[in-house]
Nanobody, 125 residues
Framework: QVQLVESGGGLVQAGGSLRLSCVFS????????MGWFRQGPGKEREFVAT????????DYADSVKGRFTISRDNAKNTVYLQMNSLKPEDTAVYYC??????????????????WGQGTQVTVSS
């Protein structure tokens, strides 16, 4: 049974930083592409970042490029999202997700097979 458990969310002032973590279990971690998505109040879930199985390829939404960094540690079955220069518009529930296809780094929610429960990030102005 695959499980993804996020942590690291919280309340931070604009300009601050947070690091989210997501621990993956139930399948070989290096066999999945990992992604981060977010869903703000009254909004649809949107793509934030993705990383391939080895960590050698990443992709970011334009809104976070240059501020957020996705990384993974396959020895720890964990994917991270380092978020710097946070803005109030980054406020959302952040979800990690896993895609069984290692041949793509998708941006659509439909590309991912497994999801975590989400962690709240609130950025105050």
């Amino acid at each position: 049974q695959v499980q993804l458990v996020e942590s690291g969310g919280g309340l931070v002032q604009a300009g601050g930083s947070l690091r989210l973590s997501c621990v993956f279990s139930g399948r070989t971690f290096s066999s999945v592409t990992m992604g981060w998505f977010r869903q703000g109040p009254g909004k649809e879930r949107e793509f934030v970042a993705t990383i391939n199985w080895s960590g050698g390829r990443t992709d970011y939404a334009d809104s976070v490029k240059g501020r957020f960094t996705i990384s993974r540690d396959n020895a720890k079955n964990t994917v991270y999202l380092q978020m710097n220069s946070l803005k109030p518009e980054d406020t959302a529930v952040y979800y990690c997700a896993a895609d069984r296809s290692i041949w793509r780094e998708g941006r659509s929610v439909n590309d991912y097979d497994y999801w975590g429960q989400g962690t709240q990030v609130t950025v105050s102005s």
